[in-house]
């Protein structure tokens, strides 16, 4: 489902982003990428979103060469994945349940199935409660499940992650990170890049990707 091949991405300084990565995800694994600032983890799910282009080697997502993606396909393509940050990146004029439709509008999914596909992705992340309020009322944890319901509207094959428990406490860190596995035992293929290794070894089975310096140095399956 993501396949990387000897992928190295430069910016142009001296030295490399990324050098030579090479792994794949089957359909539904769910891996954990870690490593030091600067490693190259938001680097490598920037090359999967098609917000930076792969400089060598070659990425295919989902069946799709993105070394072959031609720039006025790359919105579509981009429909398959669903992405959380760190930063929720709610629109803090709109309410819970419109900044989760949002995808679903842009993509065209007809008037009458968006109010039911919201509710379900809500319903999921435990915040059926909230649709109708503005995410600033709503504590830190809450804001990042809502941002998790929009990243699964659209039922993406893939669910990238950058640091989604970065401004959460452990509690909130752990149920975010369940619901990731909820969405792996359901097929989705998910890739969370974190600093808390706490959770790495947290759930398993899992994969365990280790960037260091660019290179990918570790590459191993956490037992169940
Ligand atoms: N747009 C850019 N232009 C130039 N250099 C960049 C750019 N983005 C990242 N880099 C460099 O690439 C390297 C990898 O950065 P990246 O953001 O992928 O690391 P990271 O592992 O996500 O770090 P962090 O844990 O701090 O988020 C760093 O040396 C960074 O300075
Ligand atoms: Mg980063």
């Given at each position: 489902?993501?396949?990387?091949?000897?992928?190295?991405?430069?910016?142009?300084?001296?030295?490399?982003?990324?050098?030579?990565?090479?792994?794949?995800?089957?359909?539904?694994?769910?891996?954990?990428?870690?490593?030091?600032?600067?490693?190259?983890?938001?680097?490598?799910?920037?090359?999967?979103?098609?917000?930076?282009?792969?400089?060598?080697?070659?990425?295919?997502?989902?069946?799709?060469?993105?070394?072959?993606?031609?720039?006025?396909?790359?919105?579509?393509?981009?429909?398959?994945?669903?992405?959380?940050?760190?930063?929720?990146?709610?629109?803090?004029?709109?309410?819970?349940?419109?900044?989760?439709?949002?995808?679903?509008?842009?993509?065209?999914?007809?008037?009458?199935?968006?109010?039911?596909?919201?509710?379900?992705?809500?319903?999921?992340?435990?915040?059926?409660?909230?649709?109708?309020?503005?995410?600033?009322?709503?504590?830190?944890?809450?804001?990042?499940?809502?941002?998790?319901?929009?990243?699964?509207?659209?039922?993406?094959?893939?669910?990238?992650?950058?640091?989604?428990?970065?401004?959460?406490?452990?509690?909130?860190?752990?149920?975010?990170?369940?619901?990731?596995?909820?969405?792996?035992?359901?097929?989705?293929?998910?890739?969370?890049?974190?600093?808390?290794?706490?959770?790495?070894?947290?759930?398993r089975p899992?994969?365990?990707?280790?960037?260091?310096?660019?290179?990918?140095?570790?590459?191993?399956?956490l037992a169940a």
């Amino acid at each position: 489902m993501i396949r990387f091949s000897q992928v190295s991405k430069s910016y142009g300084g001296p030295k490399d982003a990324l050098s030579a990565v090479t792994f794949h995800l089957e359909p539904g694994e769910i891996a954990f990428l870690t490593g030091h600032s600067g490693a190259g983890k938001s680097t490598l799910l920037k090359l999967i979103l098609v917000m930076e282009r792969a400089t060598r080697g070659q990425l295919v997502i989902g069946g799709i060469n993105l070394g072959k993606l031609p720039r006025r396909r790359i919105p579509h393509y981009r429909r398959g994945l669903g992405v959380v940050f760190q930063e929720n990146r709610l629109l803090a004029d709109r309410s819970v349940a419109d900044n989760v439709a949002l995808p679903l509008v842009v993509s065209g999914v007809p008037h009458r199935d968006v109010g039911r596909r919201v509710r379900a992705a809500l319903d999921k992340v435990g915040l059926l409660w909230a649709e109708r309020r503005l995410p600033e009322v709503l504590s830190g944890g809450e804001q990042q499940r809502v941002g998790i319901a929009r990243a699964v509207v659209n039922k993406p094959a893939i669910l990238l992650a950058d640091e989604p428990t970065g401004n959460v406490d452990d509690a909130m860190a752990s149920q975010i990170m369940d619901l990731f596995h909820q969405f792996s035992r359901h097929g989705v293929t998910v890739l969370i890049a974190t600093h808390d290794l706490r959770q790495v070894s947290r759930f398993r089975p899992c994969r365990h990707l280790v960037l260091e310096g660019g290179r990918l140095l570790g590459d191993r399956v956490l037992a169940a």
